[in-house]
């Protein structure tokens, strides 16, 4: 492992390197601190930068925002009692009350040394569990491929909500859209309408801007109603050794939910603060304190979304499945660098994954250090008019989709399918499933069709290979276990007036 680091640090650590992943940090505290941008909205946003860059300093990059980001969420949920992303919703609870005690300092610097040490946290433990994993999934065949594959598509079940068919179409949407263009074995144009321009098909980097950012922007832009500005004057006052000293618990519980959450696709920042916020409370000394002003209560969610960031990328690198929009967004960023997400990234590119682990510690530090001066051209930002503020993002996003290729055809997908985001979002669809099937649709696709070449069409050879039987049996009980437990809280909704 350490002479992996010998390989990555190089990179991660040389002038450009460090220039681009503070620029990330202080763009992802930025877009954090914005209400309704999230961090995979400021990721998307800076794909197109990429082009020219080298992969890993690019997937640094990306990395600083995300871990910025989560940071930045928390400025308005303690100053405005509005999340700047979903992670910092639990933070609102008592970085508010903090704030109208007169102490917004003191909640600020909490959250952004809780953010710092559950980051690295995660980092820890993603050099722990991805290359150990990486080596046993480095035996891979097709088939087994086929089942990671099935496995990341029966998750949709698990963060689908509350409607499960709308979850199970909007993940038949994404693999509709991922076989557009030519066939991989025949070379037979599928669903291109005779245009020559669809023969390449959607792209994924366009497809999950559409998906990501701009169906957001639309939402952001149908609704009229904008935030209150901050008007009063705030600087961050980091907590003494003491008052950290009183937090450990608080950070330990967020930081261990967190990395449970964090390896769990589709659980996310926002579920594991308020898991954490919960624990937090219940193993307090003080539990009266919170709701009233506990700074208990802004370490515990602080840390675990944080821890997220590292630990949301487990399933990626290791197996090339996305469980966030984030990682998402980074898987984007990989493929348009000719890299693909998996074990075989860790033999064959081992200065790109050790880079990104140095470069990953390095942004948390950065944010330690920037979380102050960052934290007064936050404010400014979000004191920017709506209207001008997304007017300008959307044209960011435009530009950057006609870099892809130079050709309007990226623009016109990045809009049609960001309207269809929109809608989808509007009538209760779940857009990460999309995204999940738009990723995912050409790995089942190609490993099924490489399996069954293999195996002179049996379909056999997915229940007799061990792995590959376990993995679709677990794909089976991921997508069926939530299910159950809807129909039976249902059963229970009804039961319940009766007795």
């Known amino acids: 492992m350490l002479e992996g680091f010998a390989v990555g640090a190089p990179i991660a650590l040389q002038p450009v390197a460090l220039l681009w992943t503070l620029f990330g940090v202080v763009w992802g505290i930025l877009v954090g601190a914005l209400p309704g941008i999230t961090g995979s909205i400021g990721m998307a946003l800076l794909l197109p930068l990429t082009f020219g860059m080298d992969a890993t300093v690019a997937l640094i990059m990306l990395a600083g925002v995300y871990i910025g980001s ?100 909007s993940g038949i949407l994404g693999l509709v859209l991922a076989t557009i263009g030519t066939d991989p074995f025949s070379g037979t144009p599928r669903f291109t309408l005779g245009s020559p321009t669809l023969l390449g098909g959607i ?69 594991a603060a308020f898991l954490s916020y919960n624990e937090a409370k219940r193993w307090s000394k003080h539990p009266e304190e919170f709701g009233h002003g506990s700074l208990e209560g802004i370490a515990a969610p602080e840390a675990a979304n944080n821890t997220v960031t590292g630990t949301a990328l487990v399933p990626l690198l290791t197996f090339g499945i996305p469980g966030s929009n984030s990682s998402a967004v980074l898987l984007a960023a990989m493929m348009l660098h000719g890299i693909q997400p ?112 293999v195996s002179l069409g049996d379909p056999w050879v997915f229940v007799t290979r061990p792995v590959c039987a376990a993995l679709l049996f677990f794909a089976l009980v991921t997508f069926v276990v939530p299910i159950v437990r809807q129909a039976q809280g249902k059963r229970r909704a009804r039961a319940a007036p009766a007795n």
């Open 203 to 271: 792209g994924v980097v366009p497809g999950m801007i559409g998906l990501l950012a701009v169906s957001e922007i639309f939402d952001q832009m149908a609704v009229s109603v904008g935030w209150e500005r901050i008007r009063e004057k705030v600087s961050t006052a980091l907590p003494r050794l003491v008052e950290l000293w009183r937090l450990r618990l608080a950070m330990l519980l967020g930081s261990g939910i967190g990395a449970l959450e964090g390896m769990l696709p589709g659980a996310g920042g926002a579920i």
């Open 70 to 169: 989560m940071y930045g969420g928390s400025i308005t949920a303690i100053l405005l009692r509005v999340p700047g992303t979903p992670g910092a919703a639990a933070t609102t609870i008592d970085g508010y009350e903090l704030h109208r005690q007169g102490r917004s300092g003191m909640a600020l610097g909490t959250s952004l040394v809780a953010s710092t040490v559950g980051g690295l946290i995660g980092v820890f433990i993603l050099v722990g569990l991805s290359v150990p994993l990486s080596k046993v999934a480095l035996a891979f065949g097709p088939p087994e491929y086929f089942a990671i594959g099935v496995f990341g598509i029966a998750l949709i079940s698990s963060f689908a909500g509350k409607d499960l068919v709308k979850g199970a179409i």
């Open 342 to 453: 998996g074990p075989q990234v860790f033999e064959g590119s081992p200065a790109l994954v050790y880079g990104l682990f140095t470069g990953m510690f390095v942004a948390n530090f950065m944010m330690l250090a920037v979380g102050f001066l960052a934290l007064r051209p936050a404010i400014a930002v979000v004191n920017i008019q709506r209207a001008l503020l997304l007017a300008g993002i959307l044209g960011i996003v435009l530009v950057g989709a006609y870099s892809i290729s130079n050709q309007m055809f990226e623009v016109w997908v990045v809009l049609g399918v960001g309207l269809v985001g929109f809608f989808m979002n509007r009538f209760g669809f779940n857009i990460l499933a999309m995204v999940l099937g738009l990723v995912l649709g050409f790995m089942i696709e190609a490993n099924l069709r490489r399996s069954l070449l």
